[in-house]
């Protein structure tokens, strides 16, 4: 195990913000400061007390920011505008993404190669894939997109190329690959 993840646990608080249908927190600079990467990093911890498992993810400003979902939010009693108490850990263990219905499909027909190369790269690699795939609006852009995953896999390409792995990639929560700050107008 790395030194990064013997590292003592960060503990901060923080502030819920709403995106639309999103509550999410950003991290304060101190605690992002502290993980090992400025993309994509896994975790664990608690949220006033509730554990949970997740990865965090790159806010475009080299920091990181995370979802907190419904029952999440329920389970700690914390909505959007509240301030909550975090305690996270990195880990060496990713959970698995939801990887979206077109890709989803795509890897389901395609040649049995794809599929196992698929379930042997990491979860980690996984999760770089779909963040790839979901990076954009434009139904044209994605369908693309899950092709050319296809079609690397198929060449034997392990990881998506060429996109800024410590921009915010989410396009309902970023705008020119940095997270949006409360009250702004949006993508």
Known sequence: M?????EAAIRFDAILSAFGTSIVVQ????????LPSRGQVAVRGTINGVGFQTVLEPDGNSGHWMRVDDTLQHAAGIG?????ALDIEVT????????PPDLAAALAGAPQKIQNLWKEITPMARWEWVR??????????RARRVEVSISKMQGGKRRPCCFNLSACTDPDLSKNGRLLKPGDDGP
């Open 2 to 6: 790395s030194q990064r993840t013997k």
């Open 27 to 34: 991290l304060p600079e101190t605690a992002s400061k502290r």
């Open 80 to 84: 959007a505008g509240d301030t909550a």
């Open 92 to 99: 060496r263990d990713w959970p698995e993404p939801s990887v």
């Open 132 to 141: 790839w795939v979901n990076a954009t609006k434009n139904p044209d852009t």
